[in-house]
């Protein structure tokens, strides 16, 4: 199925239709100290950072969809902000709130470089995607960062044990 579709078949799949994308570059396998509550919220944050970096990627082009990146921050901020919510409060219960948000942070970070230096969708098949998320519901959502993000959730180590480790004493 070409990305292209993908607008028009958002509210299908949330309607129980399966559908398949991959993308261009190889899916990581989601941390398995990660619950499957995070990895959703995890997949929504990938989401939301890949929108946003092809629509700055984007502008300046026929394509420019940043008004449409902008109407889905909108429409769907709560959700995304209780996203990242979740990922900070498992974060700071493990690292603390200092380390949690320079965690979530230097992540995101990874994120935007990669959808940055791999643009694995083009800016008219991205901009299609926002404006069909734009317009839907926030149960819309999760199958978009499924098909979309998949299991590739841009970090190759749980962050709580990448922050844990930094921030632990040197063992003597």
């Known amino acids: 199925m070409r990305l292209r579709d993908l607008g028009n078949a958002l509210c299908a799949a949330a309607l129980g239709g399966a559908l398949v994308v991959s993308a261009a570059a190889p899916a990581l396998a ?3 100290c990660w619950s499957g509550t995070l990895v959703k919220a995890a997949k929504l944050r990938q989401l939301d950072v890949m929108l946003m970096v092809g629509s700055l990627r984007c502008r300046g082009t026929a394509q420019d969809y940043r008004a449409a990146y902008d109407r889905f921050l ?9 996203a ?11 690292v603390g709130s200092v380390a949690a948000l ?3 942070d230097e992540a995101s970070v990874r994120m935007a470089n990669r959808y940055g230096e791999q643009a694995g969708y083009g800016c008219a098949d991205l901009g299609e995607v926002t404006s069909a998320l734009a317009d839907s519901g926030d149960d819309a959502l999760p199958n978009a960062a499924d098909m979309l993000v998949g299991e590739d959730v841009a970090l190759a180590a749980c962050p709580v044990q990448i922050a ?9």
């Open 30 to 32: 989601a941390p398995a």
């Open 74 to 82: 909108l429409r769907h901020r709560p959700v995304l902000g209780k």
């Open 84 to 94: 990242n919510m979740m990922i900070l409060g498992e974060m700071r219960a493990q």
């Open 102 to 104: 320079q965690t979530l």
């Open 164 to 172: 844990a480790a930094v921030l632990a004493p040197p063992r003597k």
